[in-house]
């Protein structure tokens, strides 16, 4: 089952402000972003998608997810309720 398409439409619009293409896959959960050569991919658990009030996600992704995302071009970037991970994008 998908996240809350409201959600999923806030992470969009915060990885299109930022990023030049971004576009969901897997049932929204899952996004992916390519800035120039570089792409990243950006997977919210669906916990974490479920648990965060919807009045603080654009907040999140703008200060914590956006920045972690910029710093680490290339990678997988995985949110959690227990935090973010990075890794290589061949990690699952």
């Known amino acids: ?27 929204n959960r899952r ?13 919210l658990d669906k916990a974490f998608i479920d ?3 919807i009045d603080q ?3 999140y992704m703008e200060t914590t997810i956006i920045p972690k995302m910029r710093a680490n071009p290339g990678k997988r970037i995985y949110v959690s309720n227990d935090g973010t991970e990075i890794m290589n ?4």
């Not at 089952?1 to 049932?27: E, H, W, Y």
């Not at 994008?89 to 699952?92: A, E, G, R, T, W």
């Open 31 to 43: 996004f992916i972003f390519n800035d120039g050569d570089l792409g990243c991919d950006l997977e």
């Open 89 to 92: 994008k061949d990690s699952h």
């Open 1 to 27: 089952m998908g996240i809350d398409p409201t959600k999923a439409q806030i992470v969009k619009s915060c990885l299109v402000a930022f990023f030049k293409d971004a576009r969901p896959n897997r049932i």
């Open 57 to 59: 996600l654009k907040t």
């Open 51 to 53: 648990d965060i009030p």
